[in-house]
């Protein structure tokens, strides 16, 4: 089913979409955005949210043209400098089903020329979620480090994100999870080569990766007082 995915015609569209980053340039060639980039993420967010279900069914995978799990293509630049008008990646996103209401984690999909990885949890959340989950991991440290510390987790997942310098306000400086209480973000990464994004093996692969997160993915829903 690798073809009903992603190719290396995906990778030259996007790889030229960034040397002609321009509306004329990507008005004259929409039908290959369609053939190489829409169509095959449409395809494999129709076809994951079934296994997507069995690892949690609060996770929606919507197979929508525009607002579904394909994120835009088109970039805000109303506020900065970059005025490119279009993203030179494929992000697809299966947020939680409160995910437009609240800060909420979700499962992510970066497809982008040597630079494609799978991606879990949530970031930047707001003070209010940012709190809850910090206090979560003061009151069930163990919980937290098993989530954090899951062993088939590990073997893909990184955690990444922006990091406090100092201990935040209200926790105390020497607790023996500060490094954790100082993350601003609470997402972990794992990896793609190209080449595993347009294989057979990706879509069992991504599946793979999402399940394997699933303890991180419920310590997180469960601070945040969300279904997993």
Known sequence: MANRYFTRDTFNFLSALAANNRREWFDEHKPDYEATVRTPSLNFIRDIATDLALISPHFLALPRKVGGALMRVNRDIRFGND?????????IQFRHEVGKDVHAPGFYLHIEPNDCFVAIGLWRPDASALSKIRDAIVNQGEAWLAA??????????????????????GYAKDHPLLSDLKRKDFIAIAPLRDAEAISKDFYPKVVEHYAQAAPFMRYLCKALELRF
């Open 83 to 91: 005025k490119r008008p279009y993203k030179t990646n494929i992000g």
């Open 148 to 169: 954090r510390d899951d062993k088939n987790f590990n073997q893909k997942f990184s955690l990444a994100g922006a990091t406090l310098t100092n201990a935040p306000r």
